[in-house]
């Protein structure tokens, strides 16, 4: 009897460094019922796949049906594909952050049947329904296309409470290099993910967390993640594993049992993890360094008190400089950090206060930033409200605008990009907002001082080193946004072999 089940992320643009998690989950749930899967992710940078391939794998597993996971980048050409899929005879069933978000949207481009909330148990009783065993009526948590046309929703499926009962991913379907190129795991530090807990009891404006979950956090034990990170180590050799959950650090009793098995363990892992300002707790912390806990994704995201509280974040500028001096004081090695600068209510005042909030950082504290300009990503509160007044709804259908934010840089990228890969100026292709010319230069000259700041801070450069390299980097977008042939053509004397080493230094790697 069939019993196969084939799992896909589809091709997109915006490569993936790291494995499809979800899947792995899923993988893992259908094996240990006796299932057979093949898992695909045709995203994998160093291993895209095309269509025809894709096709051609579906054609040869002949599975009970296909599951894809969806998320938004470049979502037409994926609806595409799954109907080129349907066209081979196979039902689609898609899951994924996309399709608790827009399920009508997925519905409507062709998709047999939308899996809304967590997979593992839909999976496993959508493969008993396909293998005939049981009913797909019956199975919670479904959207569902009749015969006459018409789409059905069966009842929604309660979360799983127990996440220690679900099985660690099965990570038998990835190849490292297929995701980095090599098989050296020092070349991406944050390979191994773990997700020690699901959904966040936050609600950030501009985030669709609160869309995907039901509200509130469900944790996994200490010892649960404690094992599958001793797996992930003994099994596939990770050194480092980055905690992908949302806040982490919630529950911190259950952070400090963790922290005392891994000492007991002797096992030597670097650690990241991340935290809102309000969960900085520098007892923990310093206790969190003692086991490996090294680098630490720090929500900041704006310096002015009036857009916090606008974005639902609820902490003060205060309150982040606190914070901030806490991580100084107990010498934490490494802190991430965004600014969001140029939501639409903001003016000069609220740009000032994030420059002021980054200028009073303490020196002493080795910190990146990436500053970014607003997304209004599908399904947040930012893009409801907004998306008439700026005319931009379900902008994520038309995939040429998703080719401008991804902007083209990886290929003849211009000079600046050589020594900041990470400087954004998608405001200039993609305005969602709708800013005047005076903003979009304030934001951009705020971009390169908060850059500055940080150079300034915790490196090593001289001012006069400074000053040329940032002359050069304003000339070389000055010109770029002007026009790209132009840059290409003025900068590439700059673009020789000694500069782009140079330019190393500039680079915040991935520590
Ligand atoms: S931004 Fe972070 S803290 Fe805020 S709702 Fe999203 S996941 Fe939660």
Redesign the pocket.
Known sequence: MNNRVFLLKPPTKEFSSSFPLNLAYLAAVLRKNGYEVKVLDASARYSIVAPSEILGEIRDFKPLFVGVTLTYDFIKEKYYLINMIKRLGYPVVAGGPHVNIVPMEVLGHGVDIVSLGEGEEVVLELAEAFSGKRKLEEVHGLGLRRSDGKFVFTPRRKEIQDLDSVPFPDYTDYKIRDYIGNDNLDMNKTFFDVFTSRG?????T??S??RTWDGGQRRRSARNVFEEMMMLHEKYGAKHIAFMD??PLVDKKRIYELCDLLENSKVKILISTRA?VDNVDDKLLKRMMEVGFYKLAI?VESGDDETLRMVK?FYTQEQVLDAMSRLDSIKFPVVHFNNIIGFPWENDKHLNSTLELNRKIPSSLKYFVNVLTPIPMPGTPLYEEYYERFKFKDWWLDSSVYEKLLGGMTKDAPLFYVFMPRLKLDYYRVDFWKYSPTMKKKILELQLSLQKIAYMKNRDFKLLELFFVFLLIKVSVRLFLLSPRLERFLMSPFKHKRMIAYAGKFIFKEQ
């Open positions: 966040c009891p936050y609600r950030c501009y985030c967390a609160s949302n806040e809102r929500g974040r």
